[in-house]
């Protein structure tokens, strides 16, 4: 918990029950995360705080998204699926469990001045996905969504997010994937 910022007063309505409530609540800052990005709430009858995000979150470039969530200290990265299309509809998927993510950083974050460029309705048919995790906000099971065609994009706070960073940093991202991690194809049976 960082600095407070405010106290107010809430109220809600209880459908179940027929009662209205009123309480106060006291906001603060999460220390390292941008206030932009979410805060913490402590209502005056618990003992514990609650994080309220701004799904709304819109960076305008790569960097101010790591900063502004303080992503270097706060992601972890999981399992990484590689999809392979045979064509007619025929796909296989590949599981790579030992992702360093240093690579992640070196790869497709090196360019903080990248523009966010994520467009509504536009597909961005992703060949490879990142679970990420943002723990400290209770994200968890998120992903990276890299591209072929030089994209990054991600659902971290709900709003996604799309990151042109480069055609040869995606590609050269998937083929250190073939040529580094071990990877197991997925088989799905009934």
């Known amino acids: 918990i960082g600095k407070f910022i405010d106290a107010l007063y809430t109220t809600g309505y209880d459908e179940q029950n027929d009662v209205y409530h009123e309480t106060e609540v006291s906001l603060y800052s999460i220390r390292g995360i941008s206030v932009e990005c979410a805060v913490a709430a402590k209502y005056e009858s618990a003992s514990r705080y609650y994080v309220y995000v701004n799904t709304e979150y819109n960076p305008k470039t790569l960097g101010e998204f790591i900063d502004d969530l303080n992503l270097q200290e706060n992601l972890t990265f ?36 990248v523009r966010n460029i994520y467009a509504e309705g536009r597909d961005y048919d992703e060949d490879v996905s990142v679970t990420v995790n943002l723990s400290i906000l209770g994200y968890d099971n998120n992903s990276l969504r890299i591209t072929e065609n030089g994209y990054v994009v991600t659902n971290i706070l709900e709003k996604e997010k799309a990151f042109y960073v480069g055609v040869k940093e995606t590609q050269e991202f998937i083929i250190y994937l073939a040529e580094n991690c071990e990877g197991y194809e997925l088989n799905y049976v009934d």
């Open 78 to 113: 999981g399992s990484v699926y590689y999809y392979y299309y045979y064509g007619n509809g025929e796909h296989s998927t590949v599981e790579f469990v030992d992702l360093d993510g240093t690579v992640v950083w070196d790869m497709l974050f090196a360019d903080r001045d």
